[in-house]
């Protein structure tokens, strides 16, 4: 049971540069999401997917993009990395959006930008 | 908008004793409402959910009650073990909702 597995599990950036954070589900869910977790602050939605195809925007979307090319993967792309952007990264999926289907998480993506 | 209010942290306690982690929100109809956990270096889990208005959800000796006419779902668990240490996040997802709003957190520590 991979459930949803994120890579890298930490990483190191320089100001400016790119990278992707890969995330991957085998549970056929048709809702993915992004989140960073910040410390005192929660967990804040990046951006979602509700299927191949369509994304949207969270409620912290600057500075990142997404795409939804299959079911299974739904990566987030860092276009030119900032200190700001040092954090927690949690992947999540969903089977439905119905109230009561809960999220599973990933293990996270430590990401610290010098 | 939707929005879930958590007891500030940490909460230090003994092995053994009863915890209460506190939990209200605001939301617009009728939520479900989770509790989920996160040990060191991992992803959240769900530990228990509750759909309704005065269901109980239950896991691992965790319990939490859906009380509507006081918008709170607080978690409770008769005897805590050092193995519970973690972090406790309570969540609701309104209908028609694309996502999950999240509490702060709650940072718990179960001394020996």
């Known amino acids: 049971n991979a459930g949803v597995t994120q890579t890298p599990k930490f990483q190191v950036l320089k100001t400016g540069q790119s990278m992707t954070l890969q995330c991957a589900q085998d549970?056929?869910?048709?809702?993915m999401s992004w989140y960073r977790q910040d410390p005192g602050m929660g967990l804040r939605l990046i951006h979602y997917?509700?299927?191949?195809?369509?994304?949207d925007q969270g409620e912290v979307p600057n500075g990142y993009n997404v795409s939804r090319s299959t079911t299974e993967d739904f990566p987030l792309r860092l276009l030119s990395a900032a200190p700001s952007q040092t954090s927690v990264y949690f992947c999540?999926?969903?089977?439905?959006?119905?109230?009561?289907?809960?999220?599973?998480f990933g293990n996270g993506t430590r990401l610290t930008v010098t | 908008g939707d929005s879930v209010t958590q007891m500030e942290g940490p909460v230090t306690l003994s092995e053994e004793a009863f915890l209460t982690i506190n939990c209200t929100y605001t939301?617009?109809?009728?939520?479900?409402l989770f509790w989920y956990v996160q040990y060191p270096g991992e992803g959240l889990q769900l530990l228990l959910k509750?759909?309704?208005?005065?269901d109980k959800g239950s896991n691992k000796g965790f319990e939490a009650t859906y009380r509507k006419e006081t918008t709170s779902f607080h978690l409770e668990k008769g005897s805590v073990q050092v193995s519970d240490s973690a972090v406790y996040f309570c969540?609701?997802?309104?209908?028609?909702?694309?996502?999950?709003?999240f509490g702060s957190g709650t940072q718990l520590t179960v001394l020996p």
């Open positions: 999540a999926s969903s089977y439905s959006t119905e109230t009561n289907s809960p999220l599973h």
């Open positions: 549970m056929n869910h048709e809702y």
């Open positions: 997917s509700v299927g191949a195809g369509i994304t």
């Open positions: 939301a617009t109809g009728y939520p479900s």
């Open positions: 509750a759909t309704k208005a005065d």
């Open positions: 969540a609701l997802r309104s209908r028609g909702a694309r996502q999950l709003t």
